[in-house]
Nanobody, 122 residues
Framework: VQLQASGGGLVQVGGSLRLSCTASGRTFSGYAIGWFRQAPGKARDFVGT????????YYADSVRGRFTISRDNAKNTVYLDINSLEPEDTAVYFCAASSIWATTNPTNYDYWGQGTLVTVSS
């Protein structure tokens, strides 16, 4: 599975953004898709994940209620909707595919996209 994250950009505090993760390969629907983010000088942090069927999601406590993950397997795409953006959300956002559901450990993700930069300005 090859993944491509897109949709990042410069957004003001309080704004919203939708990131997309588009996959190539016929086995996309067989993977849970997770989102991670990495701020400058910091480790890569788990954001959330969606089960391969799209019927369940799991989020990090820090983003629960503001971030929503959804997927459209017919379009081989997973979305990350971010609301009420804060300066602390500034990071490169990555999507990744795992055969394990609800894992927050990046080492359990087998395939990674290249990342898309989100910058929140105050």
């Amino acid at each position: 599975v090859q993944l491509q994250a897109s949709g990042g950009g410069l957004v003001q505090v309080g704004g919203s953004l939708r990131l997309s993760c588009t996959a190539s390969g016929r086995t996309f629907s067989g993977y849970a898709i997770g989102w991670f983010r990495q701020a400058p000088g910091k480790a890569r942090d788990f954001v959330g994940t969606i089960r391969k069927s799209g019927d369940r999601t799991y989020y990090a406590d820090s983003v629960r209620g503001r971030f929503t993950i959804s997927r459209d397997n017919a379009k081989n795409t997973v979305y990350l909707d971010i609301n009420s953006l804060e300066p602390e959300d500034t990071a490169v956002y990555f999507c990744a595919a795992s055969s394990i559901w609800a894992t927050t450990n990046p080492t359990n993700y087998d395939y990674w996209g290249q990342g898309t930069l989100v910058t929140v300005s105050s």
